[in-house]
Each structure stands twice: as structure tokens, then as C-alpha cells.
């Protein structure tokens, strides 16, 4: 195995700066340096053409989302020149919902063979979720899944401001079928509960019933959105999934920063996590935002539960001990 002062790694990426590299490659790399004494540099396929001579200066090469033949054959190249090869993927690009606009990217057949080549002739794979790996075991029998985990590299210091009679929802365009599928829902307690702001981070969805509770904020910078939710202080945040495939490979980024942001969450319950309300139906969905709107349910409580165990669980300074075994392993 290199020495650690030697030891270089290379994450080539998408894009730097997409919240995917945030929980799975740019935003993870400082703490993985720090834990492993290893160099690691991020590239973004557009901005460097990768060469042979690039790929010699490395131990490990490190691929996220990889989904074309550049990428492809760039795995079987530095395979050809002895350098291990890992792959992380974060969703299932199988099965992207017609709504999603990468969908038409994605489901074409020379992309989804790629893909299966990137998955085939990694060394190893890492995956957020257990669904995922299941999706994908077919493929390549070495895959390891490493969770999402909250950034406490960047954010480190939580002193909860008050609560704010506020509901949030954040995500882009893509989510349009989910809010559809809850929609009646949100409606419903939009209306039942005048008394709160029901806020949506990214996208307005236009279908909602026009009550004058509901507000929009644009999408930002990922680490001006984490100072966002934190200081807009919501007693709820709510993360409305339709069950399928694609969304079931998801992971529970909803959850890490609803809980960082100090609210009681409403997830999907094949999440399983504790502190936050799940739902498998939209009646169950309801009942749980009326449960914490009502004051039925004690939403800081939960908070405080869901906290307690990202902490101990999700902490990226603990989830990043699993990647650097997985490397020195790959060494």
C-alpha cells in the first residue's frame, strides 16, 4: 500500500458544485483528507480533458454519477493502467419518472448501457441506500452502501432559534408528481390551518389550491440554503414522495436537513427513522402533518430525537471512517 504522504486520490464529477457532489464527492472530500492524510482533487469532466498523463499522478480514481461512454471506457482505460476504480452513484438511473426532466437523458438505451458498463468494471461501488444496492447488485457484487450525511465539516454549532409558525417544502421541478400525488393533502391543511405559512424552497407548484398561507423562495447555493431553513426556524418540514421504484433508491437528505433546520419531519416510511413522522398513503400523510399543526404531537420533541440520532449516526466526520476503509481496502 502507498504511504499516506503519497497516496493521491481523483474525484471526477458532473459538477462540483451540484448538491449530489455536496452529500457524495466535492463536499465530502475535505474531512476524508483530514481523516486519511490521503490528496484528494475534484475535477469536473467539462473543465480538464482527462489524459493518460492525469490519471498516472493518481492512486484511486473515483468516478460519481458516471453515465456515458467518455466515462465508461475512461474506467476500463485506467483499469488498463492498474489504478483501482470506484463508482458512487446516488440515484437509480433506471428508472427516472417521465417528470423529471433528465428522464429523457437517462432513459436512453445508450446511456443505460453505459451506465451498466461503469457498474460492471468499477472495483467497487457505493450507494446511499440499501434499495439502491439491491437495484444494482445485478451489476457488480461489491457494492457498499454509505449513507448521506450532514456536513459537520462545514455546519457545526446548532443553538435553535425559536419556532415560526412555518411549514417547509423544498426541492426543484422534478418533485412535480409528488406534490400532485399529496396535493389534496397540502391543500387540506393549508386550509385547516390559516394560521401557518406553508412555504415551498425551489418550486411553486402553480396546481395548489390559491390560499394566501403559501409562499415561495427561490433555490440556492447549497450552503445559503442550509443557513435558510435554519433561521426560518419551521415547526414542520414535509417531504411528499410517491412510492416508486426511483424515489424508493432515494436517500433521506429531506430528513437531515429538516431535522437540521430544527423542525419536526413528515417522511416517506420505508425511511424508518426515528424522530420524524412517516406515511405510507396520502390519509396517513395528513394525519400526520394535523398531528404536529394541532400540537397533538410536541414537534420539538421529535426534533430533538431526530437530532440525537443524526449525531450519533450521520455526522459525516463518522459516516467518512466507512469511505476511508473502503479506500485503504482498494489500496
Given amino acids: 500500500?502507498?504511504?499516506?504522504?503519497?497516496?493521491?486520490?481523483?474525484?471526477?464529477?458532473?459538477?462540483?458544485?451540484?448538491?449530489?457532489?455536496?452529500?457524495?464527492?466535492?463536499?465530502?472530500?475535505?474531512?476524508?483528507?483530514?481523516?486519511?492524510?490521503?490528496?484528494?482533487?475534484?475535477?469536473?469532466?467539462?473543465?480538464?480533458?482527462?489524459?493518460?498523463?492525469?490519471?498516472?499522478?493518481?492512486?484511486?480514481?473515483?468516478?460519481?454519477?458516471?453515465?456515458?461512454?467518455?466515462?465508461?471506457?475512461?474506467?476500463?482505460?485506467?483499469?488498463?493502467?492498474?489504478?483501482?476504480?470506484?463508482?458512487?452513484?446516488?440515484?437509480?438511473?433506471?428508472?427516472?419518472?417521465?417528470?423529471?426532466?433528465?428522464?429523457?437523458?437517462?432513459?436512453?438505451?445508450?446511456?443505460?448501457?453505459?451506465?451498466?458498463?461503469?457498474?460492471?468494471?468499477?472495483?467497487?461501488?457505493?450507494?446511499?441506500?440499501?434499495?439502491?444496492?439491491?437495484?444494482?447488485?445485478?451489476?457488480?457484487?461489491?457494492?457498499?452502501?454509505?449513507?448521506?450525511?450532514?456536513?459537520?465539516?462545514?455546519?457545526?454549532?446548532?443553538?435553535?432559534?425559536?419556532?415560526?409558525?412555518?411549514?417547509?417544502?423544498?426541492?426543484?421541478?422534478?418533485?412535480?408528481?409528488?406534490?400532485?400525488?399529496?396535493?389534496?393533502?397540502?391543500?387540506?391543511?393549508?386550509?385547516?390551518f390559516p394560521d401557518y405559512q406553508f412555504l415551498f424552497m425551489g418550486y411553486y407548484p402553480w396546481f395548489l389550491a390559491d390560499t394566501e398561507n403559501k409562499g415561495f423562495i427561490p433555490g440556492l447555493d447549497i450552503i445559503m440554503y442550509f443557513k435558510k431553513i435554519f433561521e426560518l426556524a419551521p415547526e414542520v418540514f414535509h417531504v411528499p414522495l410517491h412510492d416508486n421504484t426511483f424515489n424508493r433508491c432515494r436517500s433521506n437528505i429531506g430528513f437531515i436537513e429538516g431535522s437540521w433546520s430544527g423542525a419536526a419531519c413528515v417522511v416517506p416510511g420505508w425511511w424508518n427513522v426515528p424522530g420524524a413522522l412517516s406515511y405510507n398513503n396520502p390519509a396517513e400523510y395528513y394525519d400526520a402533518m394535523r398531528s404536529l399543526l394541532s400540537g397533538e404531537v410536541n414537534a420539538e420533541e421529535m426534533n430533538k430525537t431526530a437530532w440525537e440520532y443524526i449525531t450519533e449516526y450521520l455526522m459525516l466526520s463518522r459516516v467518512n471512517i466507512e469511505r476511508a476503509e473502503l479506500l485503504k481496502n482498494l489500496l
Fill in 1 to 192: 500500500m502507498a504511504s499516506k504522504q503519497q497516496t493521491r486520490i481523483l474525484f471526477i464529477v458532473p459538477d462540483r458544485n451540484d448538491p449530489t457532489a455536496y452529500y457524495r464527492a466535492s463536499g465530502i472530500a475535505h474531512d476524508l483528507m483530514n481523516q486519511t492524510g490521503f490528496t484528494i482533487d475534484v475535477i469536473q469532466w467539462n473543465q480538464v480533458e482527462i489524459t493518460w498523463q492525469i490519471i498516472s499522478m493518481y492512486d484511486v480514481i473515483m468516478l460519481q454519477r458516471p453515465f456515458t461512454d467518455v466515462a465508461s471506457n475512461l474506467i476500463l482505460y485506467a483499469k488498463d493502467m492498474n489504478k483501482p476504480v470506484w463508482v458512487d452513484y446516488d440515484d437509480n438511473l433506471f428508472v427516472l419518472n417521465p417528470e423529471n426532466k433528465a428522464h429523457q437523458v437517462y432513459s436512453n438505451p445508450a446511456v443505460q448501457e453505459a451506465v451498466k458498463n461503469c457498474l460492471k468494471n468499477a472495483d467497487i461501488v457505493t450507494v446511499p441506500v440499501e434499495y439502491l444496492r439491491q437495484s444494482y447488485q445485478m451489476y457488480n457484487k461489491n457494492i457498499h452502501v454509505i449513507p448521506n450525511a450532514f456536513n459537520d465539516d462545514i455546519f457545526r454549532k446548532r443553538e435553535l432559534p425559536k419556532r415560526k409558525k412555518r411549514v417547509l417544502w423544498r426541492g426543484p421541478d422534478a418533485h412535480i408528481y409528488d406534490l400532485m400525488t399529496y396535493g389534496k393533502e397540502i391543500n387540506r391543511a393549508t386550509k385547516d
